[in-house]
């Protein structure tokens, strides 16, 4: 049983960071991409930064240049560092992790507030 735990979130101001963490419990038998999304109260969830095969790094046009994605492989764990963080950047944040392009995982989600 795959189980996807996030944290980090929380309330923050404007132009301040956060640190969200995904940690990975369970055995898959691939991996084929790791991600996180996020959703917005009345909007869709949206893709916020994926690593695809191990390399590839995408990340939504609003976020690049203060979002980055990583991983530690060791202690099964995906991050997000957020840095400069805007009002709009305000969301439920979603640990995604896909062992095929058609199969998903997901967590519970994070809260992240951006407020002053």
């Known amino acids: 049983q795959v189980q996807l735990v996030e944290s980090g979130g929380g309330l923050v101001q404007p132009g301040g960071s956060l640190r969200l963490s995904c940690v990975r419990s369970?055995?898959?038998?691939?991996?084929?991409?790791m991600g996180w999304y996020r959703q917005a109260p009345g909007k869709q969830r949206e893709l916020v930064a994926r690593i695809i095969g191990g390399r590839l790094t995408t990340y939504a046009d609003s976020v690049k240049g203060r979002f980055t994605i990583s991983r530690d492989d060791i202690k099964n764990t995906i991050y997000l560092q957020m840095n400069k963080l805007k009002p709009e950047d305000t969301a439920v944040y979603y640990c995604?992790?896909?062992?095929?392009?058609?199969?998903?995982?997901w967590g519970q989600g994070t809260q992240v507030t951006v407020s002053s």
């Open positions: 995604n992790v896909s062992p095929t392009p058609t199969y998903d995982y």
């Open positions: 369970g055995s898959i038998f691939s991996l084929y991409a």
